[in-house]
């Protein structure tokens, strides 16, 4: 009976704590039971002082609200975000309209696809496009990415969402409606049947909530996808594929029309779903439900799988016979049904055993959208704009010239268009896919044609022609149906957005209707402008801010490097894109821009080690209020976030950009010779650092001293291999009978130096013990003896029954045993053994063959256990040893991890800093005294303002 009372006790609480709500009574001691659960203290609104009782507000049907905003933005996926954001940010009010729960549409929490862009197959995942094409795209959606590296370690797709939304709430200018359609508009017509409409309100409903909001704006951006707000207000639109003729593209007769005539026809480009598996490590099962499509292996001859894939396929896609709008609920349940199937093809059919231990984590149940309606704008951008043929010449004439078999062509190659009005770019394939999809295994899924050079985009595919105040953003713009495959990738969509969004606000605040726009001269030239302030890369376009000081300073820096002057952060153009080789464009990926549209070279300063300065030096004192920064955040990568970005990017960094200076500070001088600081930075991750003059006071007021590294006398590297090198002729001699420990030396002038490690300082660039060669007489016994685990392939070099502690860890229990290079990201800007390197003793992994070490002999090459002279080899380097006792090699102190560095709404310190005078300078000067990995400073571009040039929007000079 006792240990019935102490349970149903038990049971009794935890239905009190679950079932009534937890009770305070039990922390003050008083108890807790029923009559608590039941008292008018529980039942009691307790009002503070200013609260009151809630407004009884509840009513049959739809609660109505009117509002008048500048901006209405419909759609919150990457077009429309951006779009809202570049709006509010350029001064406008706005109201963003999200159809779902998160922003970023397709690349949002409930979808899970990963932002591709003009990068596309241009760039690898590592480095070998560093300071040469520099393809990804900038501005608002470089921002968010970069924060999502940081603030997301874990590549949670919940957190991708929630920066998006924290950067919109950061923005006082713009209201969010979350849940929210647009369902209608109201528009009053031309004084003709022929001249356009105006909007004149959008009608967005919220159902969840049961609230109706009219939105009077005075300009409108569709970012819908699907183009709700465009067709409810009668702008020209298209389903599906023009035809060859209505545009004469070579590429619309090919591919899969299978049309008479090569069209028109409806044919749209699939939806697709996608899931997420993770290996379970034990055998798993899967019991598809009966409605689950039912696959064999010969309809996957064309659609490659494996079954430890740890995300699904884009190639899961359905459209035909469905229209993608109007039977989207059908379309989605078919794509669910397949995905259920392809699982259960790889778990239960036998063809992939692999697939054992993987079970299901996550499937999506809101589709990926890949294309509804395009809008017929003021210019339709066609195939011919960017490339007339295929430029891999793999079709017949008369779309490609004859050619000899196997050959490739060289050049020259078309150059694409340079629109007056041109906004963003693009660079993606022309990606046409298959209309049936899924629905037909017996041929591919799609067919790509890649372009020669990155292509611009015209503000007139981003404004209709049929109201005076609509703009269109994302993959509904007008575009023909080839150039759609290339332009309705997200992170291009993205670009498309920030430019509407900043043309909206423009149109606004000059009261100019965006129709008007394209013959306006004057405001395309502003819009423009403001966009590269805003880091939006143009084709062809470069600084032309009148109000920018810095565009007439002289300027010097402490050092810099061949290719990177100081005076290359005033070319007006902040990155490296430029390719000037016609073997870059005729065969693989493409390049960036061809030289008669952009400027060559890195375009940024690129000092030698760290501190480093660079100073702008004006012809007088002027009281500068703002100074913008734009640093190297190698936009070589894609970075394309992905939760499984580790399996799509294994060589990409996730985290801040090892190129990204992390800590600087500003100075003004504001007499002769005497200086102040009027910034103080730590921790920055971020491309475009914006800082109003002076910055807040900092925890610090003084930049900490750069701290000299510790030294490690004797430090070994890892070297080109020199039979030669006597620094590389070790002296093996077997310590034991069994030969299975050994001490290691070389001979120098000064005497033997053996081979040891240093306890107390890790080496250069990685966190292990500092592997060091010393005075023989100077190394304790202990840490002279190194063994040899044989191992297929070489020998393990380890020390002998050692247990010590990394040293680049303090406090947890990482024992460094075993030799190895280090891919030193510090050292030389890149992730791999770049000789010469610095060596470290470190946790020993089966896995690494770089530390799988062979002795070989330095006469015949022979691995030996006998005492003679030897090579230490690993991964084509060598073992080497410094040239005198009293070498010194820096240290690795490990990076403090960047603070985090979150939008914030502006503070009233904020505020009041911005309102404070700024004291005239003649001379600006940043100090870079850390980077997030490298060791030289790189600064793209720096802009100097006074008060009245903080505001958006330069004009034009006459």
Known sequence: MAVFRVTFTVLCLVAIVYGAGWCPGIERGEGCGPEYARSVEAQTLHLQPGEKQRDAVWGAGMIE??????????????????????????????????????????????????????????????????????????????????????????????????????????????????????VGVTKTNGSTADSPGTITSGILEDQQSQRRYIVRAKTYIDATGDGRLGVEAGAEWIQGREGASKYNESLARMGFYRTPGDGPDHETEGTSLDYMAEDKNQPTEFRPPFWAAKFNKSQFQYRGVTGTRPYGYWWNEI??????????ENVTNEALADILGIWDYLKNSGDHPESSHMGLTWFGNVPCKREGRRFVGQYVQSQNDIMKVDRLCTRLPP???????NETPTGPFQEPELYFDRVAYAGWPFDLHNPKGMRDPDHPPFTSHKMPYMYSTPLRSLVSKDLTNLFFAGRLASF???????????????????????????????????????????????????????DAYIIGLYNEDPRDYARNVSVSATSEQPNGAAKNILSGQSRAVVTVNSKNVSIGAGGGVPASQGINGTNRWMSVGLPASVTLSMQSFVPIKQVQLTF???????????????????????????????DYFIEGEVSPGKWEVLCNVTGNYQRRRVHTLPCPPPEHPEPPAPVKPTVANGSVSAANCNVTSLQQRWTLSPADAQNTSAGLYVRSADGKLCLSYDTTISAYGGHGNSVVARPCETVPSGLALWQWSEKVGGSLLRTLHSRDTCSGYPGEK??????????????????????????????????????????????????????????????????????????????????APPRQQRVQPKSTKDIIMENTPAPPVQQIRVTVTATNGIEDARINEIRLYDAQGIAPFPTKPQ
Request: net charge negative; aromatic share 6%; charged share 15%.
């Open 65 to 182: 609200q009117t509002l008048d905003v500048d901006v209405l933005v419909a759609g919150g996926g990457s077009a429309g975000t951006s779009a809202a954001l570049a709006a509010a940010r350029s001064g406008a009010s706005v109201v963003l309209a999200n159809g779902r729960p998160v922003l970023g549409g397709n690349s949002g929490s409930e979808v899970r696809l990963a932002m591709v862009g003009a990068c596309g197959p241009r760039s690898g995942s590592g480095n070998e496009n560093a300071l040469e094409l520099e393809c990804r795209e900038g501005g608002i959606v470089e921002e968010y990415q970069l924060d999502n590296t940081v603030n997301n370690p874990d590549l949670v797709p919940e957190l991708f969402s929630l920066e998006l939304l924290t950067l919109v709430k950061a923005e006082p200018n713009l209201t969010l409606f979350q849940n929210t359609w647009l």
């Open 319 to 328: 459209s035909w016979p469905y229209n993608t709008i109007t039977d989207g």
């Open 399 to 405: 779309y490609c010239p004859p050619k000899k078999a």
């Open 480 to 534: 023909s149906h080839v150039v759609y495959g290339s332009q309705r990738v997200m992170k291009t969509c993205a670009t498309m957005g920030q430019a509407a969004g900043t043309a909206a606000a423009y149109a606004v605040s000059h009261g100019i209707d965006p129709i008007a726009l394209k013959d306006n001269p004057s405001a395309v030239w502003s819009i423009q402008q403001q966009l590269i302030r805003d």
């Open 632 to 662: 190297d955040t190698g936009m070589h990568r894609k970075l394309a976030y992905s939760v499984v970005f580790p399996t799509n990017n294994p060589a990409s960094n996730w985290g801040p950009q090892p190129e990204t200076v992390r």
């Open 814 to 895: 990482m024992a460094c045993e075993c030799v190895h290079p280090v891919a030193c990201a510090a050292c030389h800007g890149t992730n791999e053994y770049t000789p010469p390197t610095s060596v470290e003793l470190y946790m020993c992994s089966s896995g690494s063959y770089m530390q799988d070490w062979s002795a070989l002999s330095v006469n015949d090459g022979r691995k030996t256990n006998s005492t003679t002279d030897v090579m230490l080899m690993v991964g084509g380097l060598c073992l080497q040893a410094p040239q005198a006792p009293t070498i010194e090699e820096h240290v690795h102190n490990k990076p």
